[in-house]
């Protein structure tokens, strides 16, 4: 097991930052709190760096191509990720009606 190795001491605050080193993966993180008797408390939380965002894969329908309405287009998709694993897949439909804007011709005078 490591060694914790902590930064220099500082005056108490309530809130603290910590800057995780990377690679990706499982930290300890150690919080030592020390009072004026001398009294010193350790706490240690395990936290997960994952700065990898998740994969999706689509088939089925190609970008920029034009359908006619009424067709039934068949879109599959899937997710992986590298990091923790996925916790969730959403699907959103946007059902748009695109209008054609025209000029109507004046009769002649």
Known sequence: MAVAT?????????????TLPGPDGLFTVAVRVTDV???????LKQVRLDT??????TS?????????????LHLTYGA???GVGLA???????RRRLWQVGRQSQPAA
């Open 6 to 18: 902590f930064e220099p001491d500082e005056d108490y605050g309530a809130i603290a930052a910590v």
């Open 80 to 82: 992986t990720d590298a």
């Open 37 to 43: 008797a001398g009294n010193v408390v350790t706490v």
């Open 52 to 57: 990898t965002g998740p994969v999706i894969a």
């Open 60 to 72: 089925g329908v190609a970008g920029g191509t034009a359908y006619d309405i009424g067709v039934t």
């Open 88 to 94: 969730m897949i959403e699907q959103h439909s946007t």
